[in-house]
């Protein structure tokens, strides 16, 4: 009787057990369920069908993750599995009534042998009557809903699997997107299992089956890798190694790469998420769709911030399960992540999007966790040269040049290494870039340190340089691939270094000629060695013209070969190269940039402003005068140049509201350089009003170029800091009739109206203008290079006969930021416009200001652009447009097509906030003496005071602001430029002084010039202006012009004037002795072999101090001269070569006088306006 009680059935503890099974199943404790199935069996015998099920579920994982063999003599082969099938069948047939659930666990389990032993439609036979008795089973009725849950995720996936081995896409792609739409969850280790094998799967799968993306494939695909997405999102963390070893699992790191794959196909299509996407609907939209900003930026940072989760996982796994490579392999999926993640950091800190749109730290911080990636990526790899020059990249794009050319430098050393273990085996070496990569690679680190280095940046250049022609010269052995010639061989430049079957492509062949010329005629303006410079610009003449050649349309080369032709005096040259860059140039055709040629308009600037300066160069002043506004016109107006703002009062360009949703122009996705080029153009069409119209035209157009400032890099304010002021001095303190002493940097220049300007000149018959060689002897002050030639000056006296100084020009010189409290509002822009027809425009709508960054824009300029005028013949070289008598161009308003962005080249470095600010800072400097030198010019000399002192105190501002920097400040800091193209803190004081001693002269005081010309000097000892005001008058106290000391004031009679007499007879007999530099020997008197004076008497024995001062100020100005004649910065200086001859005249040397007067005749036949460096701060790089 015992016994059979113990037989009898538990109900209770058969629902335990059966819990305890549905666990075991659930976790996945395969060992357990044995055990555990036979209790069931015992205390409820009614659920045969769930044990057998449970058996059968623990041999097929064990038999799923072992192979597939006839000979196996495991028990649980998948062999095996199918004995266990006919049982099935019956315990199915037993269990649908009364356990329906029970049933459809044995049928997933019936449909996963199938599928385990390949045999796809009997798996989907057995699928659909499980799917239909599963919506019958009532839920809580069952103890085995754990399990159930994993079976339907199960069957799920088994369905999708046969569908898609059965050749039936469609139904597969149907079952995928079902599954995705209702992802089970991750409650157990098994349902997250065959969850995430489900998700995998489905992804993969749309992956797969898209070729070709378009928007609703790319749409499809991303559904499902979001649903992968947010399931490991919700899902813990699972434990152990990612890798499964059964042979159902997608690599998980695969699915990953997919994600990130596709995530980066939709960037680099210019596609964007949809604010309005469904799971039914598109997820994406082109960029140029119109939507709402707010949408627009919460799209993008969505966007980026998943990109960047999958960044991270997926880097976490590769590096993970990525083992350090053998100095014979190299890690490809690697090399394959970074050059992904660098594609998509190119679109990230592209112009598309704002540091607001890729969320916090901005694009810089993008950067920043791009550099993280590479570093992290470097310690997985060997010698990669893919990841070093990854590195250079983005080091360079930070402003960060120092680590860049570290970068770089390894860089070279080890494909240096490659080429040259390659020129021996014939063979390219694995891993390593190939020619054409390595060779623009070289070309971007010369173009990196020619535009923002210093001299000791251009020797490396120089050193590179000579490594590419070293390349070029090269064997190079085949690579694999196939030359690229872009469908032409007949006309592919093969210069005679080079092999006839070299692989590289034409752009790079160009790209390497262009930076080797670029470097010879940067090198050619820093060599010390003068003999060599004129080899230098011939050599980059040469490559040039090659560069030209292979790649006609580039404007990069164009602008280089122009302006290296214009350096050596070939002006006709330099147009004929501009003249071809500017064919199809939309204001040669009478148009206005539309949005798809913005870019090319932006990089024609440099060359409409160096065709100015040609022509300047052959006198066609009004010509010139044109081509600086038609560089602006070209874009319409000046609304796609700046941006939009609020319209509220256009008389007063002050009111002006900036508009927060306006778009901004395209000025706020240039970088200082560009700016700075744009501002230079005014700067030479002031030169150019100057010298036609005379200085009070000029000074008119000062409030124009100092509201351009404002427009182009913000507010002032925002760039100085609060310093000491000096002590006040007679000139500062000086009142003018306009208002006193200075006030501060926030008030506005305002011009006399057109009328009382018009009324000023009437009685003028010739411009009044600082001659070159002033015929009555006055001081002739230095220009600074900012200086017209011009007929010999008026000088207007008093009836005492004293030269009067004329009064100030109605004009404060402050920038246009603030209030003020009234406005003429008959003010006029005195820009000269192209057709000539009317000189007095009205003020269009004053735009925003762009600055350098989003807030940087607190105020509005005081003079905007003029509106797009119609352009009309004024010169045979620009022909008269076309197709608009009557009306403007319209612009072009339709959207851009979205297209994939991948460039090798280095994006444009953004400099660090120091090297910015002190670009920034040094502008406004340069725009102050400037304006400074236009008042100096129209003797307005307390206005050039006010202008100076601006200048001195931004110079002031940024020497404090070095000094608290965590740097310190040093003497070596401040003389060397260092980084960033700016000139150094010395110089800037160098520039200073010299234009303070340059009004000084004005002001006929010698001795205070002198002494500023001696300060600018010892801040910077080759500055140009100050050695050729310094030498002016060193040479004007050896012509006792003016006496050698600054005479005290007394009351006591003047000496007797015997050593006067005695000078006065000894002057034809003092020649300056000759130095190491000369080269002919002297034919006057010297005055240690002169047997005239040994012989003329006792009383001359020895020079008298007031000679030895004579002869000590005409040595110093010719060494000072001499010195600065073999410099790049004065060897093309017409007048530090007239000075010098008046040295050499000065001392008897008429041969040597007469070579430099030729040379100054052959200079000024081809001198410009300006400076051929002004053109743009980057010198021969765009």
């Not at 594609?343 to 966790?369: I, L, Y």
Request: charged fraction near 20%.
């Amino acid at each position: 009787m015992s016994s059979l009680v113990k037989k009898a059935p538990n109900a209770e503890k058969g629902a335990r057990y059966v819990g305890l099974l549905d666990a075991a199943l659930s976790n996945g404790s395969w060992a357990d369920v044995p055990e555990l199935a036979r209790k069931v069996e015992k205390h409820a015998p009614q659920r045969k069908c769930l044990t057998l099920a449970a058996r059968t579920e623990a041999q097929a994982a064990a038999a799923s993750h072992r192979p597939t063999s006839a000979s196996s003599t495991t028990a649980t082969s998948i062999h095996t599995l199918g004995e266990v099938v006919p049982r099935l069948l019956e315990a199915i047939s037993t269990a649908e009534t009364n356990h329906p659930d029970d049933a459809f666990i044995a049928r997933t389990c019936l449909a996963q042998i199938h599928w385990i032993q390949e045999a796809p439609t009997d798996a989907l036979n057995a699928l659909p009557s499980a799917t239909a008795t599963t919506s019958k089973s009532e839920i809580g009725g069952s103890a085995t809903l754990g399990w159930l849950e994993v079976c339907e995720v199960k069957a799920a996936y088994i369905r999708a699997s046969c569908l898609e081995a059965s050749g039936r896409p469609s139904d597969a792609k149907e079952s995928y997107q079902a599954a995705v739409s209702r992802t089970p969850g991750y409650r157990t280790p098994e349902l997250r299992q065959w969850t995430e094998r489900l998700l995998g799967r489905a992804c993969m799968y749309t992956v797969k089956r898209s070729p070709t993306p378009s928007i609703q494939d790319l749409s499809e695909t991303y559904y499902s890798f979001k649903a992968w997405g947010d399931f490991w999102q919700r899902a813990p963390a699972s434990t152990g190694s990612t890798t499964s070893a059964s042979r159902l699992d997608m690599p998980r790191r695969a699915v990953w790469k997919a994600y990130h794959d596709l995530l980066s196909t939709v960037l680099q299509h210019d596609l964007l998420y949809s604010p309005y996407a469904s799971p039914g609907a598109d997820a994406f939209v082109f960029s140029n769709t119109i939507i709402p900003d707010e949408q627009r930026a919460t799209m993008k940072q969505r966007q980026r911030a998943e990109m960047q989760h999958v960044e991270t996982v997926y880097e976490t796994l590769l590096l993970e399960e990525t083992k350090f490579p053998k100095a014979d392999q190299s890690n490809g999926e690697v090399e394959e992540w970074t050059a992904q993640v660098l594609a998509n950091w190119r679109q990230f800190t592209g112009p598309d999007w704002s540091d607001f749109d890729v969320g916090e730290g901005g694009r810089s911080a993008v950067s920043r966790v791009t550099l993280d990636i590479l570093y992290r990526a470097s310690a997985k790899t060997f010698h990669s040269t893919a990841i070093l020059r990854q590195l250079f990249t983005v080091h360079a794009a930070l402003g960060e040049f120092d680590l860049a050319m570290h970068a770089f430098h390894s860089y070279m050393e080890i494909v240096d290494k490659a080429k040259a273990r390659a020129s021996k085996t014939g063979k390219h070496e694995l891993g390593s870039d190939n020619d054409d990569i390595a060779m623009l690679t070289a070309a971007d680190a010369i173009r990196l340190l020619c535009r923002y280095g210093d001299r000791d940046q251009a020797e490396k250049a120089n050193e590179i340089a000579n490594a590419m022609s070293r390349w070029l010269a090269q064997q190079r052995p085949p690579t694999g691939e196939a030359p690229h010639t872009n469908g032409d061989t007949s006309e592919r430049v093969h210069p005679a270094s080079q092999p006839g079957d070299t692989p590289l492509r034409p752009e790079t062949l160009a790209a390497a000629y262009r930076s080797i010329g670029i470097c010879k005629a940067h090198w050619a303006h820093l060599t010390y060695d003068s003999a060599e410079r004129s080899s230098m610009f011939s050599e980059a003449t040469d490559n040039l013209r090659i560069a030209q050649r292979l790649e006609p349309r580039s404007i990069g080369t164009a602008h280089a070969l122009a302006l290296v032709l214009a350096s050596a005096r070939d002006v006709p040259g330099a147009i004929e190269v501009i003249r071809g860059a500017l064919t199809g140039s939309v204001m040669l055709n009478g148009d206005a940039a539309s949005q798809q040629n913005h870019e090319r308009e932006r990089r024609l600037l440099s060359l409409w402003h160096l065709l100015a300066l040609c022509l300047s160069a052959q006198d066609k002043h009004d010509t010139a005068a044109q081509i600086c506004e038609a560089a602006y016109k070209q874009f319409g107006n000046s609304q796609l140049l700046f941006g939009q703002t609020a319209k509220h009062d256009s008389l007063n360009p002050e009111m002006i509201a900036v508009s927060t949703a306006s778009p901004p122009g395209f000025v706020a996705q240039t970088e200082g350089f560009e700016r700075e080029s744009i501002l230079q153009i005014r700067m030479s069409q002031v030169l150019l009003v100057e010298l036609m119209e005379g200085p009070d035209a000029a000074i008119d157009m000062t409030d124009s170029l100092l509201g351009l400032y404002s427009r182009l890099f913000g507010n002032p304010e925002h760039v100085t800091i609060s310093v000491s002021r000096p002590p006040q001095t007679a000139a500062t303190a000086a009142t003018s009739r306009f208002g006193g002493t200075l006030r501060s940097i926030t008030g506005s220049i305002r011009p006399r109206s057109a009328v009382s300007r018009r009324s000023s000149n009437a009685d003028k018959n010739t411009l009044r203008k600082r001659s070159v060689n002033s015929a009555d002897g006055t001081l002739r002050p230095a220009t600074n290079g900012q200086g017209t030639t011009a007929p010999i000056a008026i000088t207007i006296t008093n009836e005492d006969g004293n030269p009067a100084e004329k009064k100030h020009h109605s004009h404060h010189l402050h920038l246009p930021f603030h209030k003020h409290q009234s406005t003429s509002p008959s003010a006029k822009t005195s820009a000269v416009s192209v057709d000539g027809a009317d000189e007095n425009l009205q003020p269009i709508e004053t735009t925003a200001t762009p600055g350098s960054t989003a807030s940087s824009s607190n105020g509005t300029p005081g003079q905007p652009l003029p509106e797009i005028a119609h352009n009309a013949s004024h010169d045979t070289f620009l022909p008269p447009p076309a197709g608009h008598p009557d009306q403007p161009p319209v612009q072009d308003v339709r959207l851009p097509a979205p297209h994939p962005v991948a460039g090798m080249t280095v994006p444009e470095s953004h400099l660090s906030p120091m090297h910015e600010r002190r670009h920034k800072v040094g502008v406004l400097i340069k725009t102050w003496l400037f304006v400074a030198g236009l008042y100096v010019r129209a003797d307005s000399c307390d206005d050039a005071q006010s202008a100076v002192d601006h200048a001195s105190k931004l110079v002031e501002s940024l020497e404090v602001e070095f000094a608290a920097s965590p740097d310190g400040v040093n003497a070596r800091r401040l003389c060397e430029k260092g980084w960033g193209g700016s000139k150094s803190i010395d110089e800037l004081w160098a520039d200073v002084w010299s234009t303070k001693a340059l009004l000084a002269a004005t002001r006929q005081r010698p001795f205070e010039a002198i002494a500023a010309y001696e300060q600018a000097l010892s801040y910077h000892p080759d500055h140009s202006a100050g050695i050729i005001g310094l030498s002016d008058l060193l040479l004007d106290i050896y012509e006792q012009k003016i006496p050698a000391e600054e005479p005290l004031p007394s009351t006591q009679p003047p000496l007797p004037s015997t050593s006067g007499s005695l000078i006065s007879e000894a002057k034809p007999s003092l020649t300056r002795p000759n130095t190491a530099s000369s080269t002919e020997p002297s034919h006057g008197p010297s005055l240690v072999n002169d047997n005239h004076i040994e012989h003329t008497g006792a009383r001359k024995k020895d020079p008298s101090p007031a000679e030895l001062n004579r002869l000590a100020a005409r040595d110093r100005a010719y060494m000072l001269l001499s010195t600065l004649t073999k410099l790049g910065t004065g060897w093309d200086d017409s007048e530090a070569w007239s000075m010098l001859a008046r040295a050499h005249e000065l001392s008897r040397e008429i041969d040597k006088a007469k070579q430099a007067l030729w040379w100054v005749v052959e200079l000024e036949d081809s001198r410009p306006l300006r400076g051929w460096g002004e053109i743009s701060p980057g010198g021969y790089t765009l």
